[in-house]
C-alpha cells in the first residue's frame, strides 16, 4: 500500500538554526499539508499546498516558515531560524483531491530545538 | 467545521466492540464526519468518514443518528492494537485547503 514517508526520523538543530523536513507524499496525490504537533497538545494544521503554491495557512505558519516542492516527488518544511518552541513532531500529509479525500499522513519528524 | 465533543478517555476489553461516542450538534447539512486514530504519537491514520448513512469499511462501522447530531466509531473486535487516541473530526471535505481541525480526541485503551 503507498505510504507517505519522512525524513529523517528525529532531528536535533541548536536555536537559530535552519532546518529541512523532507516527505515524499504519495506519488499521484496533487495536495500536500504540514502539521505539527507539540508534545502533550493537539495536531495543528500549519499548511496546505496545491500546484506548486500555498493555498491555505494557519496562523502558526509565520514568516519563519516555508514550503517548497522542488522536483516532482519532495515536499520540504524550512524553518528558516528556530526557536525552542519549534520542538515538536512535524507530520507531512497528502490527499489526491480536495473532495471529500481522506488525508494519508507520514509518520512525522521530531524536531527538537536546543 | 463543526466543533466536535469526546469522552477523553474510555476502557474496552480485548475482543470485545468498541463503541466510541462524538457529540455534533452545530454540523451543517454539508459536513462529513471523519475518523482518525493516532497510535503514540504516530502519524494520523483515516479510519472512516460519513455524511448522513451508515458506514462500514474493513477496520470499522460508523453510525450517524438521523440527525446528524452525533455518531458511533464501531470497532467490532477490539485487539490490544487498537489502543490510541481516536478523533472524530466534522469537516466540509476532508480538510481541503484549511486542514483538519484536530481536538483532543477520545483515548482508547484495549485492556487485555
Known amino acids: 500500500e503507498p505510504e507517505v514517508t519522512q525524513t529523517p526520523s528525529h532531528q536535533v538543530t541548536q536555536m537559530g538554526q535552519e532546518v529541512i523536513l523532507r516527505c515524499v507524499p504519495i506519488s499521484n496525490h496533487l495536495y500536500f499539508y504540514w502539521y505539527r504537533q507539540i508534545l502533550g497538545q493537539k495536531v495543528e494544521f500549519l499548511v496546505s499546498?496545491?500546484?506548486?503554491?500555498?493555498?491555505?495557512k494557519s496562523e502558526i505558519f509565520d514568516d519563519q516558515f516555508s514550503v517548497e516542492r522542488p522536483d516532482g516527488s519532495n515536499f520540504t518544511l524550512k524553518i528558516r531560524s528556530t526557536k525552542l518552541e519549534d520542538s515538536a513532531m512535524y507530520f507531512c500529509?497528502?490527499?489526491?483531491?480536495?473532495?471529500?479525500?481522506?488525508?494519508?499522513f507520514g509518520p512525522g519528524t521530531r524536531l527538537t530545538v536546543l | 467545521d463543526a466543533k466536535t465533543t469526546q469522552p477523553p478517555s474510555m476502557d474496552c476489553a480485548e475482543g470485545r466492540a468498541a463503541n466510541l461516542p462524538c457529540n455534533h450538534s452545530?454540523?451543517?447539512?454539508?459536513?462529513?464526519v471523519y475518523w482518525y486514530r493516532q497510535i503514540h504519537s504516530q502519524g494520523p491514520q483515516y479510519i472512516i468518514h460519513g455524511l448522513k448513512n451508515n458506514e462500514t469499511n474493513e477496520m470499522a462501522s460508523l453510525i450517524i443518528t438521523e440527525d446528524r447530531k452525533s455518531s458511533t466509531l464501531i470497532l467490532p473486535h477490539a485487539t490490544l492494537r487498537d489502543t490510541a487516541v481516536y478523533y472524530c473530526?466534522?469537516?466540509?471535505?476532508?480538510?481541503?485547503?484549511?486542514?483538519?481541525?484536530f481536538g483532543k480526541g477520545t483515548h482508547l485503551i484495549i485492556q487485555p
Open positions: 500529509a497528502s490527499s489526491e483531491w480536495w473532495d471529500t479525500d481522506t488525508q494519508y
Open positions: 499546498f496545491y500546484n506548486n503554491e500555498i493555498s491555505e
Open positions: 473530526i466534522g469537516s466540509y471535505s476532508g480538510g481541503g485547503a484549511d486542514g483538519l481541525t
Open positions: 452545530t454540523i451543517s447539512g454539508n459536513e462529513y
